[in-house]
């Protein structure tokens, strides 16, 4: 028999996830005028208008897709598992977590605003496919070298 776990009464209360109209007063505009990139262990910030970078942090550890989920007043990056909490206007880093022991990969970020599932998965097959692209290169090359070694009609 299966047992249903016990959550906190406040996880289904409405009102206990509500940011003050303050907060998303103060966000409004920033979310209006930044677009957010996450590249090769970088997120760059870029003024929506003009495509002029406002702001560029690189993560310390870890290296390749960057994971990136705007969650209200915070931006929350994953590079390889290293995760990271930046401030959205100047990419000031508020903190971070190694999450020691619990593997490195493609993240996928997920909080009571918003997901970054849809574009992790688009991620893992972008890299599952330029692995692909990279083998079969790979395997060309040792043909044709095969076939110049041996002197072989191409």
């Known amino acids: ?3 249903t776990p016990d959550f906190p009464e406040e ?30 262990s970088r997120v760059v910030a870029l003024d929506r ?6 702001w560029d ?7 390749g897709v960057v994971a990136v989920l705007l969650d209200l007043d915070r931006l929350i990056v ?3 598992g290293y995760t990271y909490c930046l401030d959205p206007h100047t990419g000031d880093e ?15 970020l997920a909080s009571a605003h918003g997901s970054t599932l849809a574009w992790s998965n ?3 097959i972008a890299a599952d ?5 990279q083998h079969q290169q790979s395997n060309m090359q040792h043909q044709q070298m095969l076939r110049h070694t041996h002197h072989l009609p191409g």
Not at 49 to 54: F, H, N, S, V
Not at 57 to 63: H, N
Not at 94 to 108: E, T
């Open 129 to 133: 496919q330029e692995r692909a692209r």
């Open 57 to 63: 942090w690189k993560s310390p550890k870890g290296s």
């Open 78 to 80: 994953s590079v390889q």
């Open 122 to 124: 688009l991620a893992q």
């Open 11 to 40: 996880l289904f209360d409405a009102s206990a996830g509500e940011e003050s109209a303050e907060a998303q007063e103060g966000l409004s505009g920033m979310n209006d005028s930044l677009i957010f990139v996450g590249f090769n």
């Open 1 to 3: 028999m299966s047992r």
């Open 94 to 108: 508020l903190w971070s977590n190694p999450l020691s022991g619990m593997g490195v990969g493609i993240s996928c």
């Open 49 to 54: 208008r003009t495509g002029e970078l406002a």
